[in-house]
């Protein structure tokens, strides 16, 4: 080894910075010249607005505020809706660049160009193998070993309509296209219209949705993502995890490894919205298996032009030649079939000479057949799906496809032909073991209150008493005795009420579903084993075969303390345990426990309860998932992924996680091709870090302190928010919680009936505080926890503690994100417009609470100043501070324009007509507000109303958007 | 304006030249690499023989080349095979490194990196205006008054299985791929991985098409072109046109304008193929219909995301309203048909707050039924598909899909949506006027015996004596007095030949189309006026409204000289002219005139008949359009593109251009969106310049020398070719025209019926000739013409001719092209392996007449070698000369292959087994001999004769891959 002073060169510094100020630029630049050249007058009037807002935000200046708050007051109704929407455009252009930016940084990634911004430098596979002494077969084995199941959920606050997602797709594809791609000035010409085109298109539709989407369209949306982005990326990602596994010696992933597998809960997530029917369930079953056998279809023709070659191994030879004779006997009938089905090529029979082409065909006719099939499914609702597959003998086991594409695959290995076997035949059987036949797993969510009801109808109808009425240790029994006993249970002709009626038709419409349509069944609101064991009762009696794994969902905090003990009762009993052979699945939700006690306590019990269910699980000798239902929004536990997956306790991840994606982030983390293969990336390595580095255990007196911070902060929490008994009317007066209920953003609905706190579902909860820019949810309680522990000396614990265990550190970085979106000035804005003069001092109470929360967190994690970032390798991204920064101009007028839509839409319902008069006769004018079609006629509105209507729904798009984080 | 002495930058000297020579090299490796992996021993010999053609062709010693045939002639048997399809496979992958080499041209003059390196430079539309005084107006007029009508032909001599085809394809594309995209390293080792996978599956391809296709096969890879490549690149290329014509002050082109239109033989032409029937040309219109409402389809799908505003003008509003209302009445079943259908959106009714979507999933639901009723039309071969159409009130007249998607761009014009109204929706509005519903026009083409002999059929069975024996007076007076009667012609239940019985059911059939699926009916062998006449008849009779447009081909000399007479016949008739009102199609085409009477008369010939047509058209004030049949490879008549448009006499293009494309050229010019772009852009600028800057008429004194060129050069070629007894053998013996029967090239046999050359149809003569490269239907005659031209001291007038007349430029570059690929040692080897000694001294002859020819061809372009570029700008692009020189290595082993085995097969015949014991136990070996399904069990031959055979078919496509010239 030798000396020499060397030198190298990175991308220049503040490129990537400049480049999403450029983006920026432009596009805003295009947005005014739309504005401009449609509405003059009011463009000037956003500009101001803008500069006046950027200057508050740099000053943060009292005067300032003011000047915009008086400017914003004085807009016209029809003006406000119009200053709104300019807003939330220019917000979601400007979300756009920030994701234009991180792929161009991505690109620029991988063509070596810089290293990666993302916090900790990523070394390669190579380097474990060097420096932590594992050998390369160890990383290879532990590979082999995992999975990552992604389940997609549908959209509660997908903000954006899809045809405005799909327009602002074209505006980022351009810009990416502006970046990478040299092209003539012609093109640059045609490329900055098409960008014109787009967000002209984009600002000239109704941003509102005017009618719920029903489940059906959700699933659609989400099924484009398959058909689009995820199906074509995923065996790119692992010929490139093949590519780098060859590159340090070791062989390819194995053919039949799937390194993700998906699931979703669209059309199967029945708990709090009932229009996800029986129906809906099967409707949507059909629909993914459509889309699969579409995507196999064409997979099949294009390889049927590949595989022209005559050679191959003689089982091959065989299987051709048996397939071929077949053909031949009836040759008229299968050209005249061919014919009729309109297949782009290869009408005649195939001679055996081309082998694989004979076997391609072959699966093409019967991928016809089940797509057939499936369509009869659709038309005709009460066609058992599987035993319709069954009779056609269409594909209904995934093996049938998997087999003879195998033996092509290992007679192009026979002969030689290796490089033809591994590129497309390769990539569909790796599309094959990811997606199946069903494309995803469906889970069944449903509320243990709706099987209590079920056995209750039942057990009233037997006259066997009220299985309702009935304590814990009687329905244990009863249900045990029936599981292992052999008699039917179920009543024919049991007259039910509508719910249990639809229950019932649930459980009988899974028995005649394919099983690898379905993935787990998840009972929301578990409290005790019954919850689960009638689950698996009513699956029996419905003829469920084979049934669902039955996945318990704890969500509050008492029954996530309770959980361990649950589970206890459940695999203490043998035959339960021979039940689920080897395997159980828990859920852990975040939302619900996060509004009775509090982000702090919520958080702790997750972990403290994951790691006794991992205990108990294994005292059983029983391998537990934990199936982690991760929020979209920060509120909701979101948060850059691989932090999240590192922060929880070692052992419970090891290998194999379940996760839900939720929200918006589908389209941030499975938009475009570019972005999906990072997604797929950052999970990999993530798990494989989990698996082969865990972080190391805390230590005893790390977790006393964090039990007593939560309970301090749980006390403080409730205290404020369930033992102040102001707070509700607070709440209720200063945010649009009252208003949420009537915005079309999900298909459920936002409360169980009516009254308190308490009644308020965990989503609207959160949404409303985040719209008001106090995000109270996430922070109360932890200021003073936190003031009390250093008040005994207990600094420097907390300093190590975030310093050296990712759970805290990961659990204090999501406060202090959220507190840099946070506002006090605005929330109390909220307040000074909003809230009667009594609540003041409550109100003043919470932002000192706030600040508090603030200082304390800052010294333990020792910045001066909210997301410092501290590390110099992050010089030329933008981070995240600065990408905070960059929004809030945007956002600050929507907050204004929200707080005064709110009040004059309650002024208003006081006063009847008499507070105000606003008559627009302006047609332009009537149209803008009559655009809703279920409120005409008679459901029309006063004018006023529809204007301030508007005005809030499209203020809350903005903030929501403005307060995500992308990338 | 002042001065300054100035600088300027261009792309570095033979960077493209090197471009050609890196790509070229980076194939070969990558072939040899798999070819010595599959059959090391093999490539060695592969190798030497490669050598030994380089050193062959750069020196062109006889020695080397007598090394040559001797190292080829020890190859055993199934290694000819090998080696023969390892050079057929070489000489692909150059081709097609040629073609990238020439889109990366393409792309470095599109970014300006470059001047276009074609021969005249081109300028652009703004120097018209400012060099010829023309004003931007004038030139606006012309290019909103011209179309381009592209016919594509079936490929008779379509070298290339599909497979390959795509293979290539793949290759051509990654190979770009690695020129123009920049890549992490991970990413090229994944491409030239795909291209080894490409390569290798191409290899291993058997390149052999062992059945015949069947015409819906040709119509379809022609119609996938369409759906992959033409359908997307039009609008494109209008919206190019449109930013050009703004860039100069000039509108858009107008809405409904469109510069190009298709047509397509494919399945029309039953021309001396009889399995073209009355069902399969029904069946090619289907198809292109159905595959038209695919794309619309899609395209409206797409528009409905996004046109989501809801400001629209008054008639569009009241349009949606009527639309939604009616829906709404039924919402339930609309909703329950859409669920059925199974649509990827927007299934509920739509809300008239969005007017344009109301009217999209309107048209969208009339497509999908469209597309229903065209699969019935596909089932039921007997219903008239128009019937089916109109009862279904699918689309079927095109302006039932342009009037609302006018309306719709109308109401975006006037609600100031200018640029959304211009991008998707106006390149939707474009495709419609380019391609309509039917695709493309389906023209008709039939032999006029045919006809006569249904008109026989007729009058014999009416006892009106034999229609086939009256003379042509006799025919024209009954067949006017029948048309210009009203009487029925055709008795029903008249029994006819089974030839009789398809022309009828062609009719027939025909009255059943949409007319907008068909175009022409076109007479081919049309010899007089009552050809078209019977047609024009027979169309009445079977009840064809509206009747097609007969057109007659003119193709025999002596058809050609009476042209104008049988035009003049018809025109002169009053019914007749009122009956086409104003404007008269005729065809004219090259191959026929050509066998019989030489090139150069043929071509001469063709262009007084066009002038004289135009003339007797101009006379009765008819607008006469010429069809012109282009051929493929240069032996019909192809060559550079807008050549061949300037060299037509002027007045007989004016704007109109009917012209078909054939064979391979389809790949060539259609095969990828950029060359797509290339093709469309040199047709629009040719034919723009034949309009506004017609080439000058020639002078009185060329026209008499090139007449007397003409006739000398007609009496020579025939005095060789039909008075030369012992030429019909020597030509039977030294070309593999006696084999190319069995060739399964193109769909119709290759010879009207036995003996002398007369009855060979053209196609085969010239490709027979071309394969030996004499190339000798090329140039025959020619030779002598000049020769006696200038002995009389023309040679200046001839040198003049050449420098200032397009025509005779054209006819005599493809003399020279054609002269530069012709290899009299080749041939001389043909003759010295397969001719007998007595025949040799004509060969003899041949050859010196092929020197002869060259010799004088020089004199008069003024060169002193062939293909000598003169022009300095042809610095860095690889000119023809240098494309011809790099391919010689390839092609000569082909040769000597293709003499070696016609001799083999012809010994073989003569001598039954005696000749050869070739008895290969080989397994390996007897494989690849048996690889024709059509020659298992009884049907086998001897392994020497299938390997001899096998050899043939390859280096028969391999040379004429060798001798096409792309681009």
Redesign the interface.
Known sequence: MSFRISTELRAGPGQFLTGLRDDDSLLRQVFFSILR??HPNLAAKVDVIYALSQAWCTSQSDSDFELLVKYVSDLKPEERILVASSFSHMLNLHNLTEEVNSSQIGRAV???EMDSPTRDTNHSLLKLTAVNGLTPQQVYDSLCNQTVELVLTAHPTQAL????L??YAIVRRELDTLHSK??????K??TL??I???V??AW???EIR??KP?P??EM??GL?YFSTVIFDVVPVFH??VD??LEKMGLPRLPLDKALFKFGSWMGGDRDGNPNVTAETTR?VVV?AR?EAVNTYFRQVESLM???????CSPEMKELAERIAAAESREAARVAEER??R?Y??F??PI????PFRVVLSHMRDRLYNTRQVL?QC??HPNMSVRGALEEAGAYLDIEDMARPLKLMYDSLMS???A??A??RLLDLLRQLRTFGLSMMGLDIRQESSRHTEVMDAITTYLGLGSYASWDEQTRLKFLLDELQGKRPLMPPGMDMSPDVKEVVATFRMLSGLPSDSLGAYIISMAKTASDVLAVVLLQRESGVRPALRVVPLFETLEDLNNAPGTMTTLLSNDWYRAHINGMHECMIGYSDSGKDAGRLAAAWALYETQEKLVAVAAEYGIRLVLFHGRGGTVGRGGGPTHMAIRSQPSGTINGHLRVTVQGEIIEQQFGEKEVCFRTLDLYTSAVLEAALDPPPAPRQEWRDLMTRLATDSCDMYRSVVYRTPEFYEYFMQSTAASELGRLNIGSRPSSRKQGGIETLRAIPWIFAWTQQRLHLPVWLGIGEALEGAIAQGYQPVLQDMYANWPFFTSTLDLVEMVLAKADARLSAFYERTLVEGSLAPLGEKLRRLLAKTQQHILIVVRKNALLEGNTPSQMSTPNLDEKIRLRSPYVAPLNVLQALSLKGLRKFRELGHGGVEYNPSDPEII?LLS???HKKGEGAQHPFVSAMDDCLMITIKGIAAGMQNTG
């Open positions: 050249h449609h991988r063509l070596g309509r899809a045809s405005l799909k327009k040299r092209m003539s000035e012609y093109e010409i045609e219209e098409a014109r085109a787009a002209q298109a000239r539709t109704d005017r009618s029903t059906q369209d659609r949306s484009s010929r490139r590519t780098a409707d629909l459509l032009f590949d595989l022209s070659m005559w050679r014919k009729k309109n782009a090529d009408w005649a001679p055996a000479t081309e369509h659709l038309v002969t030689g032909d490089s033809v591994n590129s149209d655009r809703d079609p």
